[in-house]
């Protein structure tokens, strides 16, 4: 990256200029201990160094320091400055064409780090109970979970997607009890679900039971004698409900883990029974409680009630060692902020059990709020607006995924509806695409106006695609160098992309992706508006398609590869 070789270049200059004694009174210097910064004023350079923090050990003034530092930078065509305390870099037309000959030589994997350590990772996200259809809350977690797999997969990371199926519970027995109640509405019977607040918790009273006791009865002629074969129909219906809104939505997962499974499995026992010959299981008021508080949670927690049934955490702690168990180095669960308090019990049971509580990370996201013409709506009070399959019907996958993507994961989104269907600036999405559609149009005319770009004349024969493409790969890095000065932000934008996707993937942060292509999309719109791609002057139109192409790349690559957003070629 171009802001490595900068500071690289000051490091290895301040290592040379204090072995001559040129920094006054300092008696040692350690690598590391300057930061690379944008200056305020993009005039002042593309990037800085503040040396004023090491005028303390200089005892000379930041200029003075920063002028006899720089009289040891290997300069090239680079251009170097001294304002107070900083030195200022702006690149030269060397580091600039190397950069869009990179895009050029790596194609998708540019961006992509290298000799970086990797993890073989599982993430586990929605995880949504099979009782209904996905909320719009749903569509967060599905959105970011996908986008940051992808992300760390670029990355280099071995990323293995599951989905833990909360099959287990009462939920499913309480399924079960309200299609039998929406069977015997369809078979005429004057029944509905309790009107009394604390009984209705027992049922899902939801509309969209209705098509299932539908299906149920094209194969059978009424109620089963055992409420269980409803459980299992109803169960077994809303998880494909659930996978094929996945699938549309360009979220795939490697496996469906069974909550249920694992309890036949004897695994949740068996974690019981190790926190009990470890003696980190005692017993209170009829209940096994665990002793979390030995590990960082705020108190002991029961796992096994006094009616002998276990709670939530029990399985949890089990389906958490399963994962350990099955190799991998490290577990990224996406989970409400309503879970914060969850955390510590959990990595608490990790702990107790042997094993590192900080192979455990935890991603807590914020709710999502419907906007519609600037007032925020209650989900449930919009009917067509109350699962994340009205939404996507109601403004697209691609929309959908973005805006579902663009924010911080601890704040709060305001999805405005209307904004997201708008083919308008406005909409950051279209605003995005429209960029990449324009780098293809242009590509396209280059072809049409059957262009000989060695003469920038037309020719007798138009130009195939693959023709133009063997163009672009044959470019060299000299024939950008005409255009470097109206396309410096722009060339700087691309080279940006590297550090976008390394701080990212480390921070798992997918906002930044989203704001990433927002600003490229505005340096090429800037760009494009400012000079023209097609003219006379052959050397520049050719370092111009060129630049295209790799807005193109770049744009194509982060929103199809890491976002999982089409890059139309038209709009």
Same mark, same amino acid.
């Given at each position: 990256?171009?802001?490595?070789?900068?500071?690289?270049?000051?490091?290895?200059?301040?290592?040379?200029?204090f072995?001559?004694?040129? *920094?006054?009174?300092?008696?040692?210097?350690?690598?590391?201990?300057?930061?690379?910064e944008?200056?305020?004023?993009?005039?002042?350079?593309?990037?800085?160094?503040?040396?004023?923090?090491?005028?303390?050990?200089?005892?000379?003034?930041?200029?003075?320091?920063?002028?006899s530092?720089?009289?040891?930078?290997?300069?090239?065509?680079?251009?170097y400055?001294?304002?107070?305390?900083?030195?200022?870099?702006?690149?030269?037309?060397?580091l600039?064409?190397?950069?869009?000959?990179?895009?050029?030589?790596?194609?998708?994997?540019? &961006?992509k780090?290298?000799?970086?350590?990797?993890?073989?990772?599982?993430?586990?996200?929605?995880?949504a109970?099979?009782?209904?259809? #996905?909320?719009?809350?749903?569509?967060?977690?599905?959105?970011?979970?996908?986008?940051?797999?992808?992300?760390?997969?670029?990355?280099?990371?071995?990323?293995?997607?599951?989905f833990?199926?909360?099959?287990?519970?009462?939920?499913?027995?309480?399924?079960?009890n309200?299609?039998?109640?929406?069977?015997?509405?369809?078979?005429?019977?004057?029944v509905?679900?309790?009107? /009394?607040?604390?009984e209705?918790?027992?049922?899902?009273?939801?509309?969209? *039971?209705?098509?299932?006791?539908?299906?149920?009865?094209?194969?059978?002629?009424?109620?089963?004698?055992?409420i269980?074969?409803?459980?299992?129909f109803?169960?077994?219906?809303?998880e494909?409900?659930?996978? /094929?809104?996945?699938?549309?939505?360009?979220?795939?997962?490697?496996?469906?883990?069974?909550e249920?499974?694992l309890?036949?499995?004897?695994?949740?026992?068996?974690?019981?029974?190790?926190?009990?010959?470890?003696?980190?299981?005692?017993?209170?008021?009829?209940a096994?409680?665990?002793?979390?508080?030995?590990? &960082?949670?705020?108190? /002991?927690?029961?796992i096994?009630?006094?009616?002998?049934?276990?709670?939530?955490?029990?399985?949890?702690?089990?389906?958490?060692?399963?994962?350990?168990?099955?190799?991998?180095?490290?577990?990224?669960?996406?989970? &409400?902020?309503?879970?914060?308090?969850?955390?510590?019990?959990?990595?608490?049971?990790?702990?107790?059990?042997?094993?590192?509580?900080?192979?455990?990370e935890?991603?807590?996201?914020?709710?999502?709020n419907?906007?519609?013409?600037?007032?925020?709506?209650?989900?449930?009070?919009?009917?067509?607006?109350?699962?994340?399959?009205?939404?996507i019907?109601e403004?697209?996958?691609?929309a959908?995924?973005?805006?579902?993507?663009?924010?911080n994961?601890?704040?709060?989104l305001? #999805?405005d509806i209307?904004?997201?269907?708008k083919?308008? /600036?406005?909409?950051?999405?279209?605003?995005?695409q429209?960029?990449?559609?324009?780098?293809?149009?242009?590509?396209?005319?280059?072809?049409?106006?059957?262009?000989?770009?060695?003469?920038?004349?037309?020719?007798?024969?138009?130009?195939?695609?693959?023709?133009?493409?063997?163009?672009?790969?044959?470019?060299?890095?000299?024939?950008?160098?005409?255009?470097?000065?109206?396309?410096?932000?722009?060339?700087?934008?691309?080279?940006?992309?590297?550090?976008v996707?390394?701080?990212?993937a480390?921070?798992?942060?997918?906002?930044?992706?989203?704001?990433?292509v927002?600003?490229?999309?505005?340096?090429?719109?800037?760009?494009?508006?400012a000079?023209?791609?097609?003219?006379d002057?052959?050397?520049?139109?050719?370092?111009r398609?060129?630049?295209?192409?790799?807005?193109?790349?770049?744009?194509?690559n982060?929103l199809?590869?890491?976002l999982?957003?089409?890059?139309?070629?038209?709009?």
């Amino acid at each position: 990256m171009i802001k490595d070789y900068f500071i690289n270049e000051i490091e290895n200059a301040v290592e040379k200029a204090f072995k001559d004694n040129k *920094l006054g009174a300092m008696t040692e210097y350690e690598k590391g201990t300057l930061k690379v910064e944008r200056p305020k004023n993009s005039d002042f350079g593309d990037y800085a160094v503040n040396v004023s923090s090491l005028a303390r050990f200089a005892k000379i003034a930041p200029p003075q320091i920063a002028n006899s530092i720089l009289e040891y930078v290997n300069k090239d065509d680079n251009e170097y400055t001294v304002i107070g305390g900083f030195i200022n870099f702006k690149a030269g037309k060397k580091l600039l064409s190397n950069l869009v000959k990179e895009v050029f030589a790596r194609k998708k994997d540019f &961006g992509k780090p290298e000799n970086v350590e990797t993890e073989k990772i599982i993430l586990e996200y929605v995880s949504a109970n099979p009782t209904g259809p #996905f909320h719009i809350g749903h569509g967060r977690w599905a959105a970011m979970g996908s986008v940051l797999a992808n992300l760390l997969k670029f990355y280099g990371h071995d990323v293995y997607q599951e989905f833990y199926i909360n099959d287990a519970g009462s939920q499913i027995q309480k399924l079960g009890n309200s299609l039998a109640i929406r069977i015997r509405q369809e078979l005429g019977e004057d029944v509905d679900f309790p009107t /009394d607040e604390v009984e209705r918790k027992n049922y899902y009273p939801g509309d969209y *039971l209705i098509p299932v006791a539908k299906k149920y009865l094209e194969t059978h002629k009424g109620l089963p004698d055992n409420i269980q074969e409803l459980c299992d129909f109803a169960k077994e219906y809303e998880e494909k409900v659930q996978r /094929d809104l996945l699938d549309k939505f360009k979220v795939h997962f490697d496996n469906f883990y069974s909550e249920l499974t694992l309890h036949k499995s004897g695994k949740v026992e068996e974690c019981v029974n190790k926190l009990k010959a470890s003696g980190k299981i005692y017993q209170k008021d009829g209940a096994d409680w665990f002793k979390s508080s030995d590990y &960082g949670d705020d108190q /002991d927690r029961v796992i096994k009630k006094a009616d002998g049934s276990n709670t939530y955490l029990t399985a949890d702690i089990a389906y958490h060692i399963d994962k350990l168990e099955r190799g991998f180095d490290r577990m990224i669960n996406i989970w &409400g902020a309503d879970h914060h308090g969850y955390v510590a019990r959990v990595k608490a049971s990790i702990e107790a059990l042997g094993y590192d509580p900080n192979k455990l990370e935890v991603l807590l996201g914020q709710l999502v709020n419907l906007v519609i013409d600037g007032n925020e709506v209650r989900m449930g009070k919009r009917k067509n607006m109350v699962t994340l399959e009205d939404l996507i019907d109601e403004v697209g996958v691609d929309a959908t995924r973005f805006w579902m993507s663009m924010r911080n994961i601890d704040t709060t989104l305001d #999805f405005d509806i209307e904004l997201a269907k708008k083919s308008t /600036d406005e909409n950051p999405v279209f605003y995005v695409q429209y960029a990449h559609a324009r780098a293809c149009s242009i590509l396209r005319n280059v072809i049409a106006e059957k262009l000989d770009t060695e003469t920038g004349e037309k020719s007798a024969a138009p130009m195939s695609e693959a023709e133009l493409n063997e163009l672009i790969s044959s470019f060299k890095a000299d024939m950008v160098l005409p255009t470097i000065d109206s396309a410096r932000h722009l060339i700087l934008k691309l080279e940006e992309y590297k550090s976008v996707i390394k701080n990212s993937a480390e921070t798992r942060q997918v906002y930044t992706i989203c704001r990433y292509v927002q600003e490229l999309a505005s340096e090429f719109h800037s760009f494009y508006n400012a000079n023209r791609v097609i003219s006379d002057d052959k050397e520049m139109m050719k370092a111009r398609i060129a630049l295209v192409w790799t807005v193109k790349t770049v744009l194509h690559n982060a929103l199809e590869d890491i976002l999982g957003v089409s890059a139309p070629e038209r709009m």
